[in-house]
């Protein structure tokens, strides 16, 4: 065996997660490892909830960061909320509300579904019409931003809805945390997850949740015990929580966390809401070039999120080829579709430090080189023009 | 708000865990993120694969990293093989035996507990006897190195045992991964799990773990589902699997397997079995020293792991105030004790990286300092000159 060190190629990552990591978020990965229960990594830690309640726009106490990546922050809010028995609303509209459905059955809970088309939205009136049809759920779980469609629910009605009916909300925001408007105590979210690969622009691993009062009293009183030891928030709050002597639980991911740290960091330095703006002015931009070649987009513009982008396809062309060239000769890489949509859309992701100018010139040039050596029926030489005018 | 960016203290980590972190190690860690289902990630995979078969001495394809720490490891052995109704009989002598019993129950398996005291192996007779009155177990369980004592148990003999009772055998190799002898396919061990932060002296997140194929039949031929989907092997092996088509499964933790990947180069480059007598031959220097310096240690030596040292605390010292002294005046970390040996030993840990003369020069000399300012009652000024006569 002589296998030697691992360098990677410089890629633009312009999919659905990884994004492109700062050099300054890499950096701090790389400082030296400390004890997860020396006293410097406690006060850091400290910050690091500080700074997620202000990404989440939340008061939460239980507000902190799971220890693997977001389906592990999927499993924690359900596992943590869910006992047998349970009946959980899920409104599922692509892959990751049919994973809700997976992971509530797991529990032994018992999941209905409410269903809407791949790229649409969750409608708000049949999530009523479940609530009123199944009284006494425990909970409704959607996803906020469809990481595989590229498709914004409207987190804050739906939330309302739920509540009207005793219910608990659980949100998927892996890809919107950081991205787009997110407002967890606004809104009403009891349980929430994301990741840190999106638009926190951070090394993935690291799956941020927060917990609203109403949902910590549910978890405290369960009567049974939740599932997973490691993801069981009662021993995760005696480690990370408010006042709490930092009981060890299990190793915690030291040199993720202080990359997950800076990221918070630059994400503070910004100002959330202007990062909620770069992504979308940036989607305007990206739009305009990819539009102009005559590529349209999956999701109406009304529910469409400014940093994943599913684009249809031109007729003929072979969607694989198309990636494997971009990455081979652009090395850039962008999404393919997923679940129903596989073969049929590109996901071009526009998350946390991908959001930037240089990299939707580089995405719209590449692809049209690419696009006409391939002989596809795209209109030629406009894209560029367009992004650039899109920018004024 | 206004955090700023956050630099750690510069340790040197002689707790149970994390150890140092070579620099190759965070070098590698803070190379550019590229895609999960990129070409040259999966190349990577593979590489890792076959790295950790090496460190496990295994041939078994099953055999890959865990996204989360080596909890999540435990999990995943237990969650995977265990189902509703099934008894485990678990060997337990410390704190991660007893947390076995945790996973077990929660699993809604039966765990048949095997008590010993703790600093002592897991008594095969005991298990023997256990598996005679309980036939039809389905799995033994232990751990090869408890962390909380430094006992190293049996695991060839055990795992005898349990074969012949027709057992599957759970083993947690957290501590002795890489650090001391340790061989999967020849003791018959079909599940095993370990952690990145102890002796591979990798940074902390990830757990290695690996199945035999007699393990791999039980786990396909499940009746019910496995608990969790983040850690059902059923799909983990379509992502990492042999000659898997690569199925997305869950986003996986590009740098932290940089680094991991890294740290398995290394241990490569020195061999395993050198690996194994450098901490045994480390082991015998701090020996020497501290039990020059009239501390002694709580495992006998036949069952003593050279990397985790847990050692008797001199009457009338305050523990923790010695280890808060270390702390800030020589930026050295030694842990506390765990469970039922909290407040009554140290553990010195000499492990992976930090297993080097230099740190054990330190940390006698260092403690030697704190010991005679806060007057304890210890042999003055030999400790050093003995932990250098066992260097030859």
């Keep these: 065996m002589s296998i030697t060190s691992f360098n990677p190629p410089i890629r633009t990552l312009m999919g659905p997660g990884p994004s492109d990591v700062h050099p300054r978020i890499t950096g701090a990965m790389a400082r030296p490892c400390i004890g997860h229960l020396d006293p410097a990594f406690v006060g850091m830690m400290d910050e690091v909830k500080t700074m997620l309640q202000y990404a989440f726009k939340t008061e939460n106490q239980l507000t902190i960061p799971i220890s693997a990546p977001g389906s592990a922050g999927m499993e924690t809010t359900f596992q943590n909320i869910l006992e047998p028995g349970d009946t959980a609303i899920i409104g599922s509209n692509g892959v990751f509300g049919g994973r809700m459905k997976e992971v509530t059955e797991r529990c032994g809970a018992i999941p209905i579904m409410v269903e809407d088309d791949w790229g649409k939205p969750v409608d708000p009136q049949k999530i009523e ?13 959607f996803v906020h931003a469809e990481t595989s469609t590229g498709a914004r629910s409207d987190a804050e009605t739906i939330c309302k809805i739920a509540h009207n009916h005793d219910a608990l909300t659980l949100v998927d925001a892996v890809t919107s945390l950081g991205g787009s408007e997110l407002r967890v105590d606004d809104w009403g979210i009891d349980a929430i997850y994301s990741g840190t690969q999106k638009c926190l622009s951070c090394t993935p691993g690291i799956s941020p949740v927060s917990f609203s009062d109403r949902a910590v009293d549910v978890i405290t009183s369960r009567k049974t015990k939740v599932q997973s030891w490691f993801l069981d928030t009662n021993f995760l709050m005696g480690y990370w929580g408010p006042n ?6 299990h190793t915690a991911p030291v040199n993720s966390l202080f990359a997950l740290h800076e990221s918070l960091v630059m994400l503070q330095e910004e100002g959330l809401e202007n990062s909620w703006a770069r992504h979308y002015k940036n989607h305007l931009v990206l739009r305009a070039g990819l539009e102009a070649m005559g590529l349209s987009f999956v999701v109406e513009e009304d529910y469409r999120l400014p940093q994943l982008n599913s684009v249809s396809i031109p007729d003929g062309v072979d969607e694989a080829e198309v990636r494997s060239r971009l990455l081979n000769d652009f090395n850039l890489e962008i999404g393919a579709g997923l679940g129903a949509l596989a073969g049929k859309v590109w996901r071009i992701g526009l998350m946390g430090h991908t959001s930037r100018v240089e990299n939707i010139f580089l995405c719209i040039s590449a692809l049209e080189a690419v696009l006409i050596d391939m002989g596809a029926d795209i209109n030629k030489g406009v894209a560029l023009y367009a992004a650039q005018n899109a920018m004024k």
């Design 244 to 249: 709490a002597k930092r009981t060890y639980h």
């Design 129 to 141: 019409d479940a609530c009123k049809a199944n009284p006494g759920a425990k909970a409704v779980a």
